[in-house]
């Protein structure tokens, strides 16, 4: 990759993981909202580790369960992941066995949850949870299309959090320099305007300056 | 008991024959053994049927045979893979690590009681490699010539689609009905969009017997699958809803109608479910 390429894509990968993030985030809180449930979960698959990882939540376990993992394949999660296809159970806490996964996992026992796959034309990239929606009449198929909705969004925003990480990380790998590029042209790229053509200016004096020791 | 890499070509199909035609005096070789009435209604479909003599086989995340409402299970296995991703069938010691099996074979007894099921378990040995499992497990399946496979289950992979449809071919022609659910989500999955299965979405009614064909394929026909109570691990019944619950029900309704008339075909099969439909002659 050349070095004027490497800095065109960290100009746009740099700060927006951050971004990314914040829209998850987002999905939850909707989610959570229009349902009017008690918590919202997204959950992203590490191909690395066959782990699913909290990635973004909303409501209970907000503060505590970022970043907590399990495995893939085991669970309503892991069964929604691997079958690809959504599930919506009630009065979960008859099954102690659910109960008990659910809470070493969480801390937090729901009644209910809607759960489904996130998915990214081939990918599984992980599952939207929503737990606790009022149970205030019999669960339609229209609210299933709505949680289909809310995945879609959701993987679309989970698979540019991928994208960015990883080419965070190739940039991370590929030296300092870059990434020192990269976080300069983020920075002009904030700037107002007549700043940002006052620095552009300097910034080509500057290569100007270093061309010409680089050719004496 | 070990099986060959499932990315490979399946098994040689069965006999070549030099001609498939039928020479002119041999209509006698094609009599069909099942006798066609002149209207085909839910009594002549299933009434009186148990199930009894038809082998299910529900491939999902294993089944908890200690349930009240699944009863006895044949036989339970679990797929997994080795190291250098060869696919391995061994006796599942561990039963259902997520509850759906249980409900699934919980619905398919309760609409077909004298069933033979047994669980195939293609759940729990990681996400990765998920794709090779469900094939090694649909292929015993398969092999073992049961007479419905349940599938609530899909996989979105293009690499596993070809191979996919010849297995589901390869049912179809050896009488083995495969039953898999409908994505209800704007992805391209398999196996259900293949016409060689029977593909399941849901509809909101509360009657098990009730079944809708749906004149706009590829979902094929809509079984109940909202707010259904189902059995679950630990001895739970829980109220769930999704097209992964409304598959066994028609599940059930294959093993009613296969325990009346066993040599049907899946062809013939699928037009008996579609002429006792709700929507066409189902109340008949």
Redesign the interface.
Known sequence: MSEELKAAVAAGVVGSQGTFRSLLESVTEVARAIFGAEAASIFLLDEETDELVFEAIAGYGADTLLGHRFPSSTGIAGWVLVTRQPLVIEDVTEDPRFAKDFAETTGYIPKGLMAVPLLHEERALGVLEVLDRPQRTQFSLVEMDLLGLFANQAAIALDLLRRARHAEAVLASSGEGAEVVARLATTVENLEEEQRDAALRMLSGLEEVLRRNEGG | MAQPDSNTDPEPHEELRPAWSLPAGASADVALSVEWPGEITRDWAWGGSTGKGVRVCILD?GVDAEHPLVGHVERAVAVSLTPDGEAVIADDTEGD????GTACAGIVRSMAPDSDITSVR???????G?GDILLAGLRWAVEQGFDVVNM???????QFAGILHELTDRAYFRRTVLVA?A???????YPWRFSSVISVG?H?EQDAMTFYANPDPPVEFFARG??VEVA???G?????????FATPHMTGLCALVLGKHPDLTPFQLKSVLYLTSSNVGGGR
């Open positions: 995340s690590l997520c509850g759906h293609v759940l729990g040995a990681g996400f990765t998920s609530s289950l899909s996989t979105t992979k293009r659910s994505h209800n989500m704007p992805v391209e999955s849901s909101e909202v707010d679950w691990t630990g739970a019944r829980i109220r769930c809803t999704g097209n992964s």
